[in-house]
């Protein structure tokens, strides 16, 4: 399964948004990578379970990524990870 998802938080996927982003994916039984997307183009994919792989990212503020995930909580872990991502962090409008 896979999803695009446009980066809320302000301060994109770093620091805080992808410790969250991290943890939530490390709750599901399922294989999850993310990867970064312009022009409607998936970049390199890395695991989603990693915090050094995911800052590595640079994905910045309204930037999208492509979630991909398989496994018996697919589904749940996408919808759960795209929450995170849709969602400003506290103090943010």
Do not use: C
């Not at 709750?27 to 998936?42: F, K, L, Q, S």
């Amino acid at each position: 399964m896979e999803r695009v998802v446009e980066i809320v938080p302000e301060a994109g996927l770093h620091a805080r948004p992808a410790a969250k982003f991290v943890e939530t994916a490390n709750e599901y039984d399922a294989e999850i990578t993310v990867a970064p997307t312009e022009n409607g183009e998936a970049g390199e994919a890395v695991a989603a379970s990693s915090m050094i792989a995911v800052t590595s990212l640079g994905v910045k503020h309204g930037e999208k990524v492509k979630l991909t995930a398989e496994g018996e909580d697919a589904k749940a872990a996408l919808d759960a990870l795209g929450e995170v991502l849709s969602t400003p962090e506290d103090g943010e409008k």
